[in-house]
């Protein structure tokens, strides 16, 4: 079946710095969605990118959908403690139904102040 | 206020007593689904819905069971929980149907089975 990776599984950072995780499928996705989970919270949604290539901007987050839409990746510039959480990547499960949503593992954020 | 509830958010069980955790949405939504997430193992679909007694597995549906009688319900029912079904879970629906539009997630229900 279908995999959705994502790397790295955890990231600590000083306040101030960068932060990329990155997503990759097995298959190609039609599209992918991003989630954000705070520590004791649920996932929110983010962000979700359709096209080949597309590049969609949030204040300080940069999200990028591959040329082959097997891969995405998120980038937080000049992090801050509200950064912090986990962010999930989601894309349609390939073959069958296409309703069912296959999550990565996640990556985890933490920021030191 | 836009929502969708879960209930009970915090319940510890015992193995073989059957449990039902509620999940309702104010927002006329069409897709449902039920999730479970564990420690290193993310995100994982128990069972989604497309609409009213409309409803089919996920990744990990042995052990569940769900009903779809009305369209803001969507209950997820453990008929015997063992250990291994002790989770965090999570109840979201969509517009569209789940793979091109935003879910919007419950607040959680942590289960605890001993």
């Known amino acids: 079946g279908q995999q959705v990776m994502q790397i790295p599984q955890y990231q600590h950072v000083q306040e101030g710095e960068d932060f990329t995780t990155y997503c990759n499928s097995s298959?190609?996705?039609?599209?992918i969605q991003w989630y954000k989970q705070r520590p004791g919270g649920h996932p929110v949604f983010l962000i979700q990118l359709v096209k080949s290539g597309e590049v969609k901007k949030q204040k300080r987050l940069t999200f990028q959908f591959g040329e082959a839409k097997k891969n995405s990746s998120l980038h937080i510039t000049a992090t801050q403690t509200t950064d912090v959480g986990t962010y999930f990547c989601a894309g349609p499960s390939s073959g069958g139904s296409n309703y069912k949503l296959t999550f990565g593992k996640g990556t985890l954020l933490t920021v030191n102040p | 206020e836009a929502q969708v509830t879960q209930n009970p958010r915090y319940l510890i069980t015992v193995t073989g007593k059957k449990l039902t955790v509620t999940c309702s949405q104010n927002?006329?939504?069409?897709?449902m689904s039920w999730y479970r997430q564990d420690p290193g193992l993310g995100l994982r679909q128990i069972y989604y819905?497309?609409?009213?007694?409309?409803?089919d597995k996920g990744d990990v549906p042995e052990g569940y069971k769900v009903s779809r009688k009305e369209k803001r319900n969507f209950p997820l029912i453990l008929e015997s929980p063992s250990p291994n079904q002790t989770s965090l879970y999570f109840c979201?629906?969509?517009?569209?149907?789940?793979?091109?539009?935003?879910?919007?997630f419950g607040e959680g229900s942590r289960l605890t089975v001993l």
């Open positions: 927002m006329n939504h069409e897709y």
């Open positions: 979201a629906s969509s517009f569209e149907t789940g793979n091109t539009g935003e879910l919007f």
């Open positions: 819905s497309m609409n009213v007694e409309v409803t």
């Open positions: 298959t190609t996705l039609s599209n």
